[in-house]
């Protein structure tokens, strides 16, 4: 699926510049492909385990497990059915269904994101995850691109490796930015919660029936508003005698 182009801006050598990642062409992909299978293979050679190997380890001290794989596939089953409900598109749920839906749904998803962070420190150190590194990084060199003429920013993979040793916190902002290409912001996938729509669209709702109120509330001219009158008491007028009396 084709992505939309998306720019970002990094400073490079006191220069700021406007950057996109393009999609890898055919034979840009064949050198990712390349770029994995090498390092995968590399690794193996160096004693680095397999994915597999890291599972059965993980299993056996009861780090990871298999009913933890099963578990991150049951939760995500259930988040899929919590979401259908909070969208309502068939009109079955009423309020109390959703909003009971939206906090099960928030339980639900940090237990997803804790199991699965859990799942890439088994995983992360296996030759697979040494060779998805790699193939990241060739990625960046390949397709990161600036917007000003549409050139490569980096030349070859050395030229990308300076860079990451002379200013790694710029490397750092691009490689996560080719990251979000390949995977998605974490932020934009969170605006996209049925949760966040519905409460947005409460909030909208809200705001409007107060604009109505405040439309069809009577106004008061303040001009024609007039002081109410003070009467003077007989009280307050002989009071007001003695004082003279006593002044004389």
Same mark, same amino acid.
């Given at each position: 699926? #084709?992505?939309?182009?998306?720019?970002?801006?990094?400073?490079? $050598?006191?220069?700021?510049?406007?950057?996109? +990642?393009?999609?890898? $062409?055919?034979?840009?992909?064949?050198?990712?492909?390349?770029?994995?299978?090498?390092?995968?293979?590399?690794?193996?050679?160096?004693?680095?385990?397999?994915?597999?190997?890291?599972?059965?380890?993980?299993?056996? $001290?009861?780090? =990871?497990?298999?009913?933890?794989?099963k578990k991150?596939?049951?939760?995500?089953?259930?988040?899929?059915?919590?979401e259908s409900i909070v969208k309502n598109d068939d009109k079955k749920s009423d309020d109390k269904q959703i909003e009971d839906a939206i906090g099960t749904l928030s339980e639900r998803r940090s237990e997803l994101i804790s199991l699965i962070n859990q799942k890439v420190e088994v995983v992360s150190n296996t030759a697979e995850g040494l060779?998805?590194?790699?193939?990241?990084?060739?990625?960046?060199?390949?397709?990161?691109?600036?917007?000003?003429?549409?050139?490569?920013?980096f030349s070859n993979l050395s030229s990308y490796e300076d860079l990451a040793q002379e200013d790694p916190d710029t490397v750092s902002?691009?490689?996560?930015?080719?990251? +979000?290409?390949?995977?998605?912001?974490?932020?934009?996938?969170?605006?996209? =919660?049925?949760?966040?729509?519905?409460? #947005?669209?409460?909030?909208?709702?809200?705001?409007?029936?107060?604009?109505?109120?405040?439309?069809e509330l009577p106004k008061i001219d303040i001009k024609e508003v007039k002081e109410p009158e003070v009467k003077e008491t007989k009280a307050r007028k002989k009071k007001d005698k003695s004082l003279v009396n006593v002044e004389k």
């Open positions: 699926m #084709k992505k939309d182009r998306t720019t970002f801006r990094v400073q490079i $050598n006191s220069e700021e510049k406007e950057l996109y +990642f393009r999609n890898p $062409n055919q034979e840009e992909l064949l050198m990712l492909d390349l770029e994995y299978r090498k390092i995968f293979s590399q690794g193996l050679r160096e004693g680095i385990i397999s994915e597999a190997e890291a599972k059965k380890i993980a299993d056996r $001290n009861k780090v =990871w497990t298999r009913e933890d794989d991150i596939s049951s939760i995500a089953f259930e988040i899929g059915i919590l060779a998805g590194q790699q193939r990241m990084h060739k990625f960046v060199q390949l397709c990161c691109v600036i917007a000003s003429d549409n050139s490569r920013l902002e691009i490689y996560k930015q080719a990251y +979000f290409h390949e995977y998605g912001n974490p932020e934009n996938l969170t605006k996209e =919660w049925p949760e966040i729509k519905y409460i #947005k669209d409460k909030v909208e709702e809200s705001k409007k029936q107060q604009e109505k109120v405040e439309v």
